[in-house]
């Protein structure tokens, strides 16, 4: 196998890597390579995905379908295999994964390291929840594993792809109509409203967009969109990745003034009342995913995303923080606010009761400064962070917000006793230390 050295990152670019990648075609060229920290398609944000001075195997060319069962909606997919593609192969057969992220790239391997959720967590949990088995490289070899083996399975699961390499997994996917979806979005024109329409919604589908930049009466301000699945074709076929971001943007794109501008368009785009539209499921699920290499709108030095979840008790904190980001003046349009549904079945996995807030910020010490206090502040509001999104917590914060890291840790250490599965971020954390 081809070693490369290569510099790389995630997808906020903020943190950079060096160390030598290969790209294998097949399990068994895995199964040589390993013990080495496996990545998918690198869409988390920070350092999750990286080993600076260390090697990876990068998965993306295993892409393949293994078994389908048209009966049953059960998928084996080798762990390369984009969530996106998936939906698009099977929709049109009734068919879609259960829980699909924001971007349509993120691998199966990737979506049940970060045990990802869906904008219908609150009604189907997150991606480990649909998870079958999984095909593992582990501790030397390569090995099946079921909810049955519970302490392995359940330390997969956001598990940071410390317990082994996956190579594949069987997925249950969820019935739907088609590729179209129904989507009904309404204004919500401040906090209070905004997270009464979450709340009291009872669609499947759920998700809200924040302006971040709104103050005062406004602060909350948003777009709550909710989506059924439905047989009716959409008029407008997907976008696809037809447009791209030849190069880095300079600062002045993201300026203030063109932020709240923006957004006030963004926001005033919906009609009183609602309205509601036919879209393709790709655009209604990886809003972004039409445009290549959008994080280059943030320029050279890239950016971070800061994720967190609060419980259903901590609003007036979350709502603090809400405030605390529109007067920094430092967020981005990009920036949701989602209801949760009962915590996840991964030692690791983000997922609580409660709410999550996402927002991007262009790196800057402002920034930097910014998140650090966020962090603090989601701890004292008894909420996580996203490790797929985080490159600035400390040591301290994450093994606060996850107080089962210690059972984690002995699980991962007793399947890579040499910590070669280690990447920048499990060390940065000191998630292994146990
Ligand atoms: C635009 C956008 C929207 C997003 N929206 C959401 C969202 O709504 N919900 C959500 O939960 N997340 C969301 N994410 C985050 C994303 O879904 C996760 O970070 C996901 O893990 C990315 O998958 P990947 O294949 O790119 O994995 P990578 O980023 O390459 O890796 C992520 C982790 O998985 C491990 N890993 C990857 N493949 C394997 C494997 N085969 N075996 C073992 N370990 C492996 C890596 O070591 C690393 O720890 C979003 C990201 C973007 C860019």
Redesign the pocket.
């Known amino acids: 196998m081809r070693w490369n050295e290569m510099s790389y990152s ?2 906020g670019r903020a943190l950079q890597a060096t160390g030598e990648v290969a790209r294998p075609e097949r399990s068994k060229a895995v199964e040589a390579a390993a013990p080495v ?9 920070g350092d ?2 990286t080993n600076n001075g260390g090697r990876a195997v990068e ?1 993306s060319r295993l892409d393949r379908v293994l078994s389908f069962n048209a009966e049953t909606g059960l998928v084996e997919a080798e ?2 295999m984009p969530i996106g593609e998936l939906a698009r192969l099977f929709a049109p057969l009734g068919w879609m994964p259960a829980v699909m ?3 349509g ?3 199966v ?3 049940i ?2 045990d ?3 904008k219908n967590h609150h009604v189907d949990g997150s991606f480990g929840a649909h998870v079958t088995a999984i095909r593992l490289v582990t501790n030397g070899r390569p090995k099946t594993i079921t909810p049955k083996n519970k302490a392995l399975f359940t330390a997969t699961l956001g598990g ?2 410390q317990t ?3 190579l594949s997994a069987t997925l249950q996917m969820k019935r739907c109509d088609g590729r179209g979806m129904e989507v009904t979005e309404q204004r919500a024109e401040n906090w209070e409203e905004h997270i009464a329409l979450l709340a009291s919604s009872n669609a499947p589908y759920t998700v809200g967009w924040l302006d971040a930049t709104a103050k005062g009466s406004k602060l909350g301000r948003g777009i709550v969109e909710e989506a059924i699945t439905t047989a009716v074709e959409p008029q407008s076929s997907p976008a696809g990745a037809s447009k791209s971001v030849p190069f880095n943007f300079p600062r002045i794109t993201l300026s203030k003034a063109i932020v709240r501008g923006f957004n006030k368009a963004y926001y005033l785009r919906i009609r009183d009342g609602g309205q509601t539209r036919i879209k393709p499921l790709e655009e209604f699920f990886f809003p ?1 995913d039409g445009i290549h290499n959008w994080n280059r709108l943030y320029g050279k030095q890239g950016f971070h995303q800061f994720q967190c979840v609060v419980p259903d008790d901590s609003l007036d904190a979350l709502k603090a923080m809400v405030e605390k980001i529109a007067g920094s003046g430092l967020a981005s349009p990009l920036a949701v606010l989602k209801r949760m549904g009962p915590d996840a079945s991964g030692i690791m996995s ?1 997922p609580m009761q409660g709410y999550t807030l996402a927002v991007d910020f262009r790196e800057s010490p402002k920034a930097r400064k910014l998140i650090a206090e966020l962090n603090e502040d989601t701890l004292k509001a008894g909420g996580r962070i ?1 490790f ?2 985080d490159s600035l917590a400390t040591e301290e914060q994450a093994k606060a917000m996850y107080p089962d890291w210690r059972k984690w840790a002995a699980e991962a250490n007793k399947a890579d006793p040499s910590k070669a599965l280690e ?1 920048d ?1 499990t060390r940065r954390l000191g998630l292994r230390s146990e």
């Open positions: 995630g997808w920290p496996a990545i998918g398609n690198r869409r988390s944000y999750a995905c998965m762990a390369g992220p924001g971007t790239f993120a691998t391997g990737g979506c390291a970060m990802v959720h869906g940071l792809g082994g390499i996956i972004l983000f996203y797929a999104k990447t971020l």
